[in-house]
């Protein structure tokens, strides 16, 4: 996800920092290709995919989507270089 994307997607710098807790210096922080991790995946949920993170899942968030059932195997480690597909499904139980 590149920060230009993220900045055309909310119209500015200002409006992405409003939109994740953030100040604008923060936002205005961030390298053209390395929007933060944390910040990829909340922005990718927030805009219902319209934005999509490109960084490994953190160890963390594994954990809890095993969890939760969304994995059902053993993802390959984000270190080894392997960017897991995991679809997820929204409908209660």
Do not use: Y
């Amino acid at each position: 996800m590149k920060k230009s994307e993220v900045i055309a997607f909310f119209g500015n710098a200002q409006r992405v920092a409003r939109a994740l807790g953030l100040t604008t210096q923060a936002v205005s922080a961030w390298r053209e290709d390395n929007v933060p991790a944390a910040c990829q995946f909340q922005l990718e949920r927030m805009t219902n995919n319209v934005l999509v993170a490109n960084c490994p899942l953190p160890p963390w968030a594994l954990g809890l989507a095993a969890i939760k059932g969304a994995i059902t195997h053993q993802p390959q480690v984000a270190s080894e270089g392997a960017f897991e597909t995991v679809e997820v499904n929204h409908e209660p139980n």
